[in-house]
Nanobody
């Protein structure tokens, strides 16, 4: 059974920085895509950043609202989100997502979420 374990959320002041981490446990044959999404209270879950086509080297994709401030990176079956110049509008629960092939076949799963709060 593959699971995603997230860490790194917390409370930070505006213009501060946080780094989120997400690691996939279990046997994974091919990791196709990993990314970060967020959901603020009363809003729909939205893409923050993702890395697609990982077997081919990876292509990054960012929401316009975080371009120039957030950086996504990856290691084997793990993904990270460096968040700089944080704004109150970045406050949300951040979810890791992974699309992969494992023993059960192709799957797309979510992490449990980690709270990011930007406030003075």
């Amino acid at each position: 059974q593959v699971q995603l374990v997230e860490s790194g959320g917390g409370l930070v002041q505006p213009e501060g920085s946080l780094r989120l981490s997400c690691a996939a446990s279990g046997t994974i044959f091919v990791m196709y895509e990993m990314g970060w999404y967020r959901q603020a209270p009363g809003k729909q879950r939205e893409l923050v950043a993702r890395i697609t086509s990982m077997p081919l080297g990876g292509t990054t994709d960012y929401a316009d609202s975080v371009k120039g401030r957030f950086t996504i990176s990856s290691a084997e079956n793990a993904v990270y989100l460096q968040m700089n110049s944080l704004k109150p509008g970045d406050t949300a629960v951040y979810y890791c997502n992974a699309h992969f092939r494992a023993t059960m076949g192709v799957a797309n799963i979510w992490g449990q979420g980690t709270q990011v709060t930007v406030s003075s």
